[in-house]
């Protein structure tokens, strides 16, 4: 993997060359972990003429949370005293004789980057951008091979849930008991805050999980995804709870599966952003849900669950092979509770079968 870092820091020092800036300071935790491997908490990356240098509050460790450091890199402990990394790497970055930084200023405070100025006042600072971000959006194989584990961890979790007594026990517990079996089968943790959303909650976008209970006739939804070796999937279903559904559950939740299945079928190399979204969107706008939806279909994930690209109405811009993005349509009617559908899959060409489906959890309405 050594080798890969060094592949994407060079890719990086390319671009910052081609605008004219000889060194740039990574200092966004996600992109850090990118281009160095793994890095504990604060740490921030150095690429300049003197050559690549990780500055850390604190020597790397052995917490697979922090990932693996590239053995290339020559790693800095700061002594205690010494304060902001990002300060000290602007004071090397002088001392390597670079005259121009770029740095990531969607990340940086504005105290720190006047303490930058102070300490370097003759290093001319440029924007790096979300050049990195840029970098990070198609994932290599070896990237996908996590986020694939990641969804087996999920999908293992969840379906061990589905198998016990659910009426009676409230959201908060069900999240939390989650959130524990991701650890029991492999996470780092959990990719994000679990969602439980059960009766009227349900349907809700990363619904914060209530002490309410479960009843019977209840729509469940739940959201939730292991984070692995850095790389972080998504994974939401909906179920009833202890009774045949109803019939307006059957219509809601039918409605939702065929958007949702409309934006997967959607994933192919060369699709607009928008027209994903749109292929999902549009059946549930036609059904008259289209002033509660949500702002976006899906959106990319890696070591953010979050990240680009977002399949969102007015998104510019067109996919590429192996790209992984969820896909999670929902409807949620006051008072009533709703559905949500929710999948992590990879951009592949029709040519190797289409786009790659990493959660498996059966998408049936199950009656639990």
């Not at 000889?22 to 996600?30: D, G, I």
């Not at 070896?142 to 293992?156: F, G, H, P």
């Not at 999937?233 to 909906?238: P, V, W, Y």
């Not at 006051?334 to 059966?362: F, H, M």
Request: charged share 25%; glycine share 12%; with cysteine.
């Amino acid at each position: 993997m050594s080798d890969v870092y060094a592949v994407r820091r060079g890719q990086l020092r390319d671009r910052c060359a081609a605008v004219g800036s000889a060194a740039a300071l990574v200092s966004r935790p996600a992109n850090v972990r990118y281009l160095a491997g793994g890095a504990p908490p604060g740490a921030v990356l150095l690429l300049g003429p003197g050559g690549d240098v990780l500055l850390s509050p604190r020597a790397p460790g052995g917490d697979p949370a922090d990932g693996r450091t590239d053995d290339q890199l020559r790693v800095s402990v700061l002594p205690a005293t010494d304060g902001d990394p990002v300060v000290a790497a602007a004071d090397l970055a002088t001392s390597f004789g670079a005259e121009s930084l770029a740095v990531e200023e969607h990340h940086l405070t504005v105290s720190r980057h006047r303490a930058m100025g102070s300490v370097a006042p003759r290093l001319r600072l440029a924007d790096l951008g979300a050049t990195v971000e840029q970098l990070r959006v198609v994932k290599d194989e070896e990237e996908i091979a996590c986020l694939r584990i990641a969804a087996e961890i999920t999908d293992q979790a969840l379906g061990e849930l589905l198998e016990s007594i659910l009426v009676g026990r409230t959201e908060r517990h069900l999240a939390l008991e989650l959130e524990r079996r991701l650890v029991d089968h492999g996470a780092d943790g959990p990719a994000f805050a679990t969602s439980v959303a059960t009766g009227p909650n349900s349907g809700q976008g990363r619904h914060r999980p209530s002490d309410r209970r479960v009843e019977e006739g209840d729509f469940l939804s739940v959201c939730l995804g292991a984070n692995y070796r850095g790389y972080r999937c998504e994974i939401g279903r909906t179920f009833v709870i202890g009774t045949t559904p109803a019939d307006w559950q059957i219509e809601l939740y039918d409605l939702v599966f065929a958007a949702q299945r409309a934006g997967r079928e959607a994933l192919v190399p060369g699709a607009a952003y928008r027209d994903v979204d749109h292929a999902a969107r549009y059946l549930l706008d036609s059904a008259g849900h289209g002033g509660g939806l949500a702002p976006w279909t899906g959106h990319g994930v890696g070591l953010e669950i979050d990240e680009d690209p977002q399949l969102a109405p007015a998104a510019m811009g067109k996919l590429d092979a192996c790209v992984p993005v969820t896909v999670e349509p929902g409807v949620h009617l006051p008072g009533r509770g709703g559905v949500r559908i929710d999948d992590t899959l990879v951009v592949r060409p029709e040519a190797d079968g289409g786009p790659e489906l990493l959660t498996i959890t059966t998408k049936e309405l199950l009656a639990l």
